[in-house]
């Protein structure tokens, strides 16, 4: 179960309840893979509210790895998500404003 408190979300990701968190290491990951530089640029692109498939893909990776879930991001390209597309990004969303509040 996610501890708002502590920027978890719980999210139904492959059949399965799974908790999602954006941890300075899930962070890192994001900064790097993104090439955004840093926390400030991730916020600001985020906040843009242009994301692609490879922005959610990557989000949602490493929101459930630190969140403790032990899934790589071909792992997570194979299941289903409720909503299809719009539930994903919707599951980003709730994940981005736990991390950065009312900024992202």
């Known amino acids: 179960m996610a501890i708002t408190q502590r920027g978890e979300i719980d999210a139904v990701i492959g059949g399965e309840t799974r908790t999602l968190c954006l941890t300075l290491g899930a962070l890192a990951e994001l900064e790097s893979r993104l090439q955004a530089g840093d926390l400030v640029g991730l916020a600001e692109r985020f906040s843009a509210g242009r994301v ?11 929101g459930l790895r630190g969140g403790g879930n032990a899934i790589t991001d071909d792992d997570l390209a194979r299941f289903a998500i409720e909503g299809g597309l719009k539930g994903a990004a919707e599951i980003a969303a709730r994940l981005l404003k736990a991390t950065f509040g009312d900024a992202a």
């Open 52 to 62: 692609s498939a490879r922005d959610l893909t990557a989000i949602l990776g490493a």
